[in-house]
Nanobody, 121 residues
Framework: VQLQASGGGLVQAGGSLRLSCAASGRTFSSLATGWFRQAPGKERELVAV????????YYATSVKGRFTISKDNAKNTVYLQMNSLKPEDTAVYYC???????????????WGQGTLVTVSS
């Protein structure tokens, strides 16, 4: 499975971005998918997770109510809609996939290359 993340960029605080994660090799309908982020000098942290059938989602407390994870099986793409962005959201964002839902980065087998999100104040 290969994952390709895109959509990062520079945005002002309060703005929005939508990240995309496209998969090849397997369909997202059979994979749980997570978005993680890593800021400079910090550990990688979970942002959001969506189950294979899209029936279950999980959000980190810091993004709940602002970010939305979704899946388009027809396009084999998972999205992370990020609204009301804050400077502390600045990080490299990674998508990851695994056969079952997990909140732990170490349990994800497949990773995208990361896309940088920079939020200016």
């Amino acid at each position: 499975v290969q994952l390709q993340a895109s959509g990062g960029g520079l945005v002002q605080a309060g703005g929005s971005l939508r990240l995309s994660c496209a998969a090849s090799g397997r369909t997202f309908s059979s994979l749980a998918t997570g978005w993680f982020r890593q800021a400079p000098g910090k550990e990688r942290e979970l942002v959001a997770v969506i189950s294979s059938n899209s029936g279950n989602t999980y959000y980190a407390t810091s993004v709940k109510g602002r970010f939305t994870i979704s899946k388009d099986n027809a396009k084999n793409t998972v999205y992370l809609q990020m609204n009301s962005l804050k400077p502390e959201d600045t990080a490299v964002y990674y998508c990851a996939a695994e056969d079952r839902v997990s909140l732990l980065a170490r349990e994800y087998k497949y990773w995208g290359q990361g896309t940088l999100v920079t939020v200016s104040s």
